[in-house]
């Protein structure tokens, strides 16, 4: 244990009660949270139902700009890259705040997935733009750091790796915000910057003695 570990698990168990937590709302947080049924209307909202991230379906074409569905199609890239690293590692890391942090960022991460999924269009113009997944998001090396690091090594690796691709989705995010159109995806990127920003300070926090 680290003299870390109690804020990291602290924050941890924070981002895991967001992730379960119902649809957003006009306050962003430190979590995006799963999208609810209508891009409009609080009755709507209020039907979408806690903890349902698949719940979430597109957000209407015509309130969507394509730099909008390009971000979204990136995080979703990103996003399941993050979960990559994280399951590739989870088995065999030794300190107990590291732990909790990788489990809490793999439930976040699953819920935001699924809800961007669902506000992605499947048909009209911005289709074409959403399937573009950007596979393999992220350095392949960074994975094959995790494959062969020794036990011993591992949750420095850990720490490095993810460390570095969540500042990636964090700038990304942050970058979204000035040039968005839709104010829910907006949302979703300031609430993706705090929450990644947060992840990044964790991961060093982790590793000092």
Do not use: K
Not at 12 to 31: M, Y
């Amino acid at each position: 244990m680290t003299r870390r570990t109690p804020l990291a698990t602290l924050v941890a168990a924070l981002l895991l009660t967001g992730a379960c937590a119902g649809p957003p709302t006009s306050s962003p947080s430190a979590v995006p949270q799963p999208a609810p049924a209508s891009p409009a209307g609080s009755a709507a909202a209020g039907d979408a139902g806690a903890g349902s991230a698949g719940a979430g379906s597109a957000i209407e074409a015509d309130a969507m700009s394509g730099i909008d569905v390009v971000f979204l199609s990136t995080m979703v890239g990103h996003s399941e890259r993050t979960l990559q690293i994280v399951r590739l590692a989870r088995d065999r890391v030794r300190d107990d705040a590291l732990r909790t942090l990788a489990a809490a960022v793999e439930a976040t991460e699953g819920d935001e997935l699924a809800a961007m999924r669902g506000w992605l269009p499947t048909t009209g113009p911005g289709a074409s733009a959403a399937a573009h997944h950007h596979d393999g998001h992220g350095d392949d090396a960074a994975l094959d750091r995790l494959r062969t690091a020794p036990d011993a090594d591992v949750d420095r690796v850990l720490r490095d790796v993810l460390a570095d691709h969540q500042r990636s989705a964090a700038d990304l995010a942050r970058s979204h915000v000035g040039v968005g159109r839709n104010e829910r995806v907006r949302d979703l990127a300031r609430r993706i910057e705090q929450s990644r920003t947060a992840e990044v300070e964790l991961l060093r926090g982790t590793g000092t003695p």
